[in-house]
């Protein structure tokens, strides 16, 4: 399965480039992530927990980054076993470019499954996939960014993405 996309982010290219290598913000980004160790530089251990149709699993795993020019994209690839679910791998290649509004981050993802998962059926894997990928970088977004801001009148929630917490260190 492959799909495509891309977000705006109102954040500097720089802040985005530094969110993408970091694992806290990885782990805010991966739905259902529960653990995750490492490094850009060594790599990252992964735990996350799923629910594809009607087989919940247990994935574990490692994410490397590669294919890194500085500032301007890298490939993030990953590969989880699941036991007797199967396993599950996939990539994405990001480019990020500079617009008026922050930052233009471009996708390109493929993903493929074996054992149970398989099993599913191709209608299936293929949804669960792209609503994954729609997930991680909508949460990537709103971990760099902070939630949207409340225009209820009251006082203006405070902003809370990687940005917020880095800047309040």
Avoid: H, N
């Avoid at 492959?2 to 480039?17: C, F, L, T």
């Avoid at 008026?100 to 191709?122: M, N, P, R, W």
Wanted: glycine share 16%; charged share 30%; net charge negative.
């Amino acid at each position: 399965m492959q799909m495509s996309g891309e977000r705006e982010i109102a954040a500097d290219p720089g802040v985005v480039w530094a969110a993408l290598l970091d694992k806290d913000v990885l782990k805010e980004a991966v739905p259902g992530c529960q653990e995750m160790t490492g490094s850009a530089e060594d790599g990252f251990e992964a735990t996350v927990v799923q629910k594809v149709g009607p087989v919940k699993a247990t994935f574990k795993g490692g994410v490397s980054v590669s294919d890194i020019v500085e500032g301007e994209s890298l490939t993030l690839s990953g590969e989880g076993k699941g036991g007797p679910a199967g396993f599950a791998k996939g990539g994405a290649k990001v480019r990020l470019e500079p617009v008026e509004a922050g930052t233009k981050l471009i996708y390109d993802v493929e993903a493929k499954v074996g054992g149970k998962l398989a099993q599913l059926g191709s209608r299936i894997i293929d949804g669960f996939a792209k609503k994954m990928a729609d997930q991680f970088f909508e949460r990537f977004q709103v971990a760099v960014e902070g939630p949207p801001e409340d225009g209820g009148g009251e006082e203006p929630a405070e902003k809370k993405g990687w940005l917020k917490r880095l800047v309040k260190s």
